[in-house]
């Protein structure tokens, strides 16, 4: 399938069709992690969270593996929205994101500080987190383990917001709202998803280092 089908297919998905972060229309780059669309603009974003966050690819410009693609139609923006952005407000200004200031601090707040996440789903996600840590310092590597860094797309220089209110804490009372504790099939998902790609990812990197 070449990207322009490729496009097209994952396009037709719900809610892929803008960025998962700020609504830009017909987004070009991938979060392989967590199986979503977002912009270029966004993409730089998620880049400055480190790899065992996000990693990020072109639809465009990389070749994207077929695990990847099939990552991204069963899991997509809207499902992960549903757990990333689960607490967010119901007012909030999603055009706001796409300012520079606003978006480096929204999206290291979603996905780092996992503040719109429920405290169960939090949990599960940054156990996978440590994980991916793991793996990077067993294999000894800090950058991507999935090859050759794709070309650059907007590069954040400005620091992160130090707000209190994003803190990496977790709280891990249950959600008032709803009144649930158990994990959402939506994470289960996504994480199993991500745990099959970061072990195909080690196994074929421990290959390369028993050739050299």
Not at 39 to 65: F, P, W, Y
Not at 66 to 75: A, N, S, V
Request: proline share 3%.
């Amino acid at each position: 399938m070449n990207s322009v089908e490729a496009l097209k297919e994952l396009y037709a998905i719900e809610g892929n069709s803008t960025c998962a972060d700020c609504g830009t229309e017909k987004p070009k780059w991938t979060c392989v992690v967590h199986g979503i669309l977002v912009c270029i603009e966004c993409s730089g974003a998620h880049r400055s969270m480190g790899v065992n966050v996000s990693q990020v690819r072109s639809l465009t410009l990389d070749t994207l593996k077929p695990e990847w693609i099939e990552k991204l139609k069963q899991i997509g923006n809207r499902q992960s929205n549903a757990v990333y952005e689960a607490l967010l407000p119901k007012d909030f200004d999603r055009g706001s994101v796409k300012k520079f200031e606003k978006r480096n601090e929204f999206i290291v707040s979603k996905y780092m500080n996992l503040k719109y996440t429920r405290s169960e789903d939090a949990e599960m996600i940054l156990e996978e987190r440590q994980r991916r840590r793991t793996r990077h310092k067993r294999t000894g590597t800090a950058a991507d383990t999935n090859g050759k860094e794709p070309s650059q797309p907007t590069t954040l220089t400005e620091p992160v917001s130090n707000d209190t209110s994003t803190s990496a804490t977790v709280n891990t009372t249950t959600d008032a709202t709803t009144g649930t504790s158990g994990i959402s099939d939506t994470v289960t998902a996504a994480v199993d998803s991500v745990k099959e790609s970061t072990e195909s990812n080690s196994d074929q990197q421990q290959t390369e280092v028993n050739k050299c």
